[in-house]
């Protein structure tokens, strides 16, 4: 992979300690603060995209800030959402749960910023036999931890960072 990508210039490679999918989140917090583009996508190694031109997607939103569901979207979660950048530089983080993507879909719902956007699709390829691997059998969701009190209250510190810029934003307009 490194020899792969040493000419490509819009590509970083990272290679890091291994966390384990119950710590997914510190890769995901570390990786947005290396981001360079104005979104981000909460997307891991178990997921094809089915949609062509899918980066002109979040592009169609202008400077609107919302979280992206995809159309992958089972029981009315975000398994791999898009959202700006912007989030995490506010938040200093995209989420201390493993839950990445159900952190940012309660936060969005919350501030009413969630769109279901239908025109990008997700083949997600769990339960298939190319996802039967070593990752799935540690797979730890953190769940009791997710809906603790006190998970509940950073995710709320979260939501009024953001909220504080998306009111400041609406005086600005």
């Known amino acids: 992979i490194k020899e792969y990508y040493k000419d490509k210039e819009n590509v970083k490679l990272f290679i890091s300690e291994r966390y384990g999918y119950k710590y997914l989140h510190k890769y995901y917090n570390f990786l947005a603060k290396e981001a360079d583009g104005k979104w981000l996508f909460v997307w891991n190694d178990d997921a094809v995209i089915g949609t062509s031109n899918w980066d002109l997607i979040p592009v169609s939103y202008g400077n609107e800030f919302r979280l992206i569901s995809c159309a992958e979207d089972r029981n009315g979660e975000s398994l791999f959402p898009l959202f700006p ?8 983080r995209v989420s201390n749960n493993c839950s990445t993507d159900s952190w940012v879909e309660f936060i969005a719902r919350d501030l009413g910023i969630f769109v279901k956007d239908f025109r990008l699709h997700i083949n997600h390829l769990q339960g298939t036999p190319q996802f039967n691997d070593e990752t799935v059998s540690e ?15 950073e995710r709320y510190v979260d939501l009024q960072k953001i909220k504080e810029y998306l009111d400041g934003s609406k005086k600005r307009e």
Do not use: I
């Open 139 to 153: 797979r730890v969701y953190d769940r009791e931890r997710f809906h603790s009190q006190e998970q509940r209250q």
């Open 85 to 92: 950048k912007k989030w995490a530089d506010l938040a200093g």
